[in-house]
């Protein structure tokens, strides 16, 4: 049986104090109250005093991977991450934003997690699927056994077998409401650049009021971006106001990723990002 | 009158361009629907340059570079091969037509093969017919 989430709070908010008192980091990432128990949100600990405002519930579902690069290089950060978050974590680190040694992962093993907004239980259809964190110092409960409810890839086949014409206009339909509040972006633990490419007007990319060419450029180079980084947590989705499918085409630029190049975003310190790496008997195939 | 298709071609300053070069020096006919932009390595190209060059009106976009291992600064078109790998399938999943981007390799002694290539892109662009997915209307 999983370790139920008081139970985690409980360990959470302990590993929080003591690495908090013995000075080895400055600030622990957590989730805090929100207005009421089915909004948490992000929360800082600063000192061993913030310890008791931490929560952890199953609408904890933020990534705080997301946080690690507000901070300067250097910052000892203790964060507490779920399954996809831990592979963030590993993604950062492989991109040289934070190093492993100015961390202290503690990893949450979790099932059951439900999504805030719709109360849906979140799992493989539009997440990793993964229940234990990849990369951890500290273990908060026991590890979860369990396979995902279907391989995190299923619930493409559908949009993948329809017929062009039929998807351009699904996507066409989707992207139209998004409304650029830039939400996705603000949640992904991967979009860290500064100014983001829709915000330069030199070149301008695209518009930034909501209008279907801009949303359109927004939309497929910020997945061009997260291609082979995307490490397939959901949050954009769960961030979007207007409930725009976002995962779904992550997931399809994750799965080609992971045909063509061999490795999955956020598995390994030691591997390179594909798109920032090569070999030289990659096929060409790849591009038929 | 007959649909006379915009390509863009993006060509590496090395290999490409100078196969194109060469294709011209040896009077090699081919269809005019291409207009060339040099840049100095396939790996310099911005996916958003080829997203943009749809909404800007292109009907396909072809790019060219070195041949694996050729590339003048060793490494450049290797980067490019995955990068353009992945642009190609966001193009396909987000319901554009496959065939309206492609990826060439040309060397600087293949203005044959370029101007082959032009040829058969070209045909195939006026089969699939006028690109209206992307396209912003003016």
């Known amino acids: ?27 622990v990432l957590a989730y805090g109250k929100g207005y009421d128990e089915k909004h948490p949100m992000p929360y800082v600990a600063k000192c061993a005093s913030d310890v008791a405002n931490i929560v952890f519930n199953e609408f904890c579902t933020y990534n705080m991977a997301r946080y690690l690069v507000r901070y300067p290089r250097g910052t000892k950060i203790a964060v507490a991450v779920k399954a996809a978050d831990s592979r963030a974590v590993i993604q950062l680190i492989q991109e040289e934003k934070v190093k492993r040694e100015d961390l202290v992962i503690l990893g949450i093993p979790v099932s059951g997690m439900k999504n805030p907004k719709t109360g849906e239980t979140i799992d493989s259809k539009t997440t990793c699927g993964l229940y234990n964190p990849v990369l951890y110092d500290v273990l908060l409960g026991e590890e979860v056994h369990g396979q995902p409810v279907v391989s995190p890839y299923d619930v493409l086949a559908g949009y993948e077998a329809m017929d062009k014409d039929a998807r351009w206009a699904f996507w066409q339909k989707e992207f139209d409401r998004c409304i650029r509040c830039y939400a996705c972006r603000k949640a992904c633990p991967m979009c860290y650049c500064d100014p983001c490419f829709i915000d330069q007007t030199k070149p301008k990319w695209g518009d930034k009021s909501p209008e279907p060419a801009g949303n359109l450029m927004y939309h497929l180079t910020r997945f061009h971006h997260l291609a082979g980084r995307c490490i397939d947590c959901g949050e954009c989705s769960r961030a979007c106001p207007v409930d725009i ?36 008997d990659d096929s060409d195939k790849i591009l038929e | 009158m007959s649909f006379e298709p915009k390509i863009l071609g993006i060509a590496c300053n090395w290999c490409t361009y100078t196969g194109a070069d060469l294709a011209g020096t ?91 290539v032009v040829t058969e892109f070209t045909e195939q662009i006026k089969n699939l017919g006028p690109q209206t997915k992307f396209k912003i209307e003016q």
């Open chain 1, 1 to 27: 049986m999983a370790t139920s989430f008081k139970q985690i709070e409980e360990k959470l908010k302990t590993e929080a104090a003591k690495l908090l008192e013995s000075g080895s980091v400055s600030l």
């Open chain 1, 245 to 280: 499918p976002l995962y779904l085409f992550h997931k399809k630029v994750a799965k080609e990723c992971e045909e063509m190049f061999g490795q999955a975003a956020g598995m390994s310190i030691e591997d390179k990002p594909a798109l920032v790496n090569f070999r030289v």
């Open chain 2, 26 to 116: 040896t009077r090699l006919q081919y269809p005019q629907n291409l207009r060339v932009v040099r840049v100095m390595c396939s790996s310099r190209i911005n996916p958003s340059f080829i997203f943009r060059a749809f909404q800007l009106g292109a009907d396909g976009v072809l790019v060219g570079g070195c041949h694996p291992g050729d590339c003048h600064y060793n490494t450049g078109n290797l980067y490019a091969r995955r990068r353009l790998a992945v642009t190609k399938k966001i193009l396909e999943f987000s319901g554009l037509e496959p065939g309206r981007f492609r990826v060439e390799w040309i060397s600087a002694s293949e203005g044959n093969k370029f101007a082959e």
